[in-house]
């Protein structure tokens, strides 16, 4: 009877119960920090791949697509993690942030957005090339995928992919997100990703707001605004290109 | 008033929201381009224009900063609500060509860094 009336409340207040959760869950990777990596490694990027390797078998065991939040338990992570309220606390990370910073790096910024579109498309459709594929629709839709799971699926549909290569293009766009956010804390100080012009650099040019949004709370959250103002308008700018320009190009090397 | 705050926040997301599916529109895309760029900017000037410097008085800025305290919780959220197993069950083909991405976008951070020239490095 306990179980059915906890199990119950949880469910009814499943936001309040995701608060409890993701609090509980950044207090353990806080202290594992400390006394496994003794700090080392931050203790946010060990609450983010916790929460990854939760999602993973939050999948495998509903076999839906929103990882742990498909258990029904869990559904408050849906809300809390969900577009909304990222891109609520994201935009009010801005708060602190430094005007002039971004102007003097804004021009660099908007520039990396299209390196890295046409950057991640092109391998992309290097690597769709590798494994066999030669129709340029395929071949188009795959290496939009490698830019962000959105543009891969908007891409494709655009251009009448088949489903198959489509739900491709998601995955090599998951991998993607999934790799910054767990890749930035490692990488960032042989790249130099420690002051705002990098932090918008690389915003640019992982485009991918999940991945930059986790990456950067894991690396230093003060360089989350200069991060996610240059990477929310990449998708944009890949669902732009990639089912023109990018398309006619590779129709014209694979046509 | 802490609403104030949470207030002001609410009202440049909407309207940076507004402001990026309308660009998108423009440019012929069902998409939302920069709309979250375009709120943080708004954001940003309205909490430097001397309208609000001098009157927004701490409790609501509270209400701002509240949220960017839960920035690193919303983010373990979304993490735990990622498709990791769609990733991982993509097959090589999509792990090679998201992980080659991954890898050539960082290496072009140092290169484009340089470009935007030294001052900037704090």
Request: charged letters at 10%; aromatic letters at 10%; proline letters at 3%.
């Amino acid at each position: 009877m306990l179980n059915d009336v906890i199990t119950a409340v949880l469910i009814k207040n499943d936001l309040v119960t995701a608060f409890a959760f993701i609090g509980l869950l950044v207090f353990i990777s806080y202290r594992f920090s400390d006394w496994l990596t003794r700090g080392r490694i931050h203790g946010s990027a060990l609450a983010i791949t916790l929460g990854l390797v939760l999602a993973y078998f939050g999948g495998k065991y509903t076999g839906g697509s929103n990882g742990l939040a498909d258990i029904p338990i869990f559904a408050g992570i849906g809300i809390m993690g969900g577009a909304m309220l990222r891109d609520f606390a994201i935009v009010s990370t801005a708060f602190g942030a430094d005007l002039s910073s971004l102007k003097k790096a804004g021009y660099v910024g908007a520039i990396s957005i299209i390196i890295g579109v046409i950057l991640s498309f092109t391998i992309g459709g290097i690597v769709a090339v590798l494994f066999g594929y030669s129709d340029p629709i395929s071949i188009a839709t795959i290496g939009a995928g490698a830019a962000t799971y959105i543009v891969g699926p908007v891409t494709g549909t655009a251009l009448g992919a088949s489903t198959e290569v489509i739900a491709l293009s998601v995955a090599a766009g998951l991998v993607k997100s999934v790799l910054v956010m767990v890749g930035t804390p490692l990488i960032a100080k042989t790249v130099g990703l420690n002051n705002p012009t990098s932090a918008m650099i690389y915003g640019g040019l992982m485009g991918t707001t999940s991945g930059v949004a986790g990456g950067l709370a894991a690396t230093d959250p003060k360089l989350v605004p200069y991060g996610a103002m240059t990477a929310t308008f990449y998708t944009g700018i890949g669902c732009l290109l990639a089912p023109s320009l990018l398309f006619m190009i590779v129709s014209l090397i694979f046509g | 008033m802490v609403i104030y705050g949470v207030s002001l926040l609410a009202f440049c997301m909407l309207v940076g929201s507004i402001c990026g599916i309308l660009l998108g529109r423009l440019m012929g895309i069902n998409a939302n381009v920069g709309g979250v760029g375009i709120s943080m900017i708004l954001l940003i000037l309205l909490a430097n224009t001397s309208l609000f410097k001098f009157k927004m008085k701490p409790i609501t800025q509270g209400g701002i900063t509240f949220w960017s305290a839960m920035y690193i919780p919303i983010v373990v959220a979304m993490a735990s609500k990622q498709n990791v197993s769609g990733a991982i069950d993509g097959g090589w083909m999509a792990f090679t060509a998201g992980s080659l991405a991954v890898l050539a976008s960082f290496s072009f951070i140092p290169l484009l860094t340089k470009l935007a020239g030294p001052d900037d490095v704090e």
